[in-house]
């Protein structure tokens, strides 16, 4: 079980760390850039849609596609025509608008992705990749994970894929707090509303630490929910040493 309270007490400063070594380490961002400009100029159309998606999966999750062979892309469309209407009123929300009253239905929609998407070649399920593919079709309410991020938030199905569905309602519970820990500490510090805080720590504070990590174009800002994904790679599978990015960090904080 994972040391969860560490990650539900996550204060702004220490996720923006996490945000500063993802963007320093983690190359293949500019798949997630792509596939997500282009699940925005798909307008809801189902085929184009799918292909973004696919992007995404056979990059970011070569290795199990490479291993046990494609999902049935036609499988995909089909499953996003059908269920076009509530993933646009997912991708209306944002993280902190979870309830309780969403268990259901998103567990039954995980769980119906997850086999959509399983390999052709070799029967196989990936729940990691379904919460990656149900993340790009509303990013700022769907988390996604990795084995090593799910087991260290005391939610990882092991050989049981079966058990994914409901590990990822735990999972989303759970990232509802991180995010509420995050922008309480921010308005503490602050002195300003929930809505300032999120528009503040996405739209302001991660290009400023992006452009500490590297010189480009201004960057894009990212969704809370992406936010604490770079945080929890860069923590738990990368195993990054995060402190040392706290006086670039702070520096980009002074600029604010």
């Avoid at 070569?62 to 469309?77: A, I, M, V, W």
Wanted: glycine share 4%; proline share 4%; hydrophobic share 40%.
């Amino acid at each position: 079980m994972v040391n969860d309270l560490a990650a539900i007490d996550l204060d702004y400063k220490e996720l923006l760390q996490g945000c500063a070594g993802y963007i320093e380490e983690e190359k293949r961002d500019v798949i997630y850039k792509i596939a997500l400009r282009l699940i925005s100029e798909a307008k809801w159309m189902p085929e184009e849609l799918t292909e973004a998606i696919g992007i995404l999966l056979l990059t970011w999750n070569s290795s199990f596609y490479t291993r046990y062979g494609s999902f049935d892309f036609d499988k995909l469309e089909d499953f996003i025509s059908r269920n076009v209407e509530a993933l646009k009123s997912y991708c209306g929300r944002d993280i902190l608008s979870y309830s309780h009253m969403d268990d259901s239905p998103v567990q039954r929609l995980f769980a119906e992705l997850m086999e959509t998407l399983k390999s052709v070649r070799r029967v196989a399920r990936t729940p990691v990749g379904t919460a990656k593919a149900l993340h790009l079709l509303a990013p700022r309410f769907f988390s996604f994970w990795d084995d090593k991020i799910a087991e260290k938030y005391g939610v990882y199905w092991g050989q049981q894929s079966e058990k994914a569905p409901q590990s990822f309602i735990e999972f989303q519970n759970k990232i509802v707090q991180v995010a509420n820990g995050v922008l309480r500490s921010y308005q503490l510090e602050n002195n300003t509303t929930t809505e300032t805080a999120l528009k503040n720590l996405c739209e302001k504070l991660y290009p400023h630490v992006a452009s500490a990590v590297y010189s480009t174009k201004p960057p894009v800002s990212k969704s809370l929910v992406k936010m604490i994904d770079e945080y929890n790679y860069a923590k738990y599978t990368m195993e990054l040493d995060l402190d040392k990015y706290r006086p670039l960090v702070l520096k980009a904080l002074s600029q604010e």
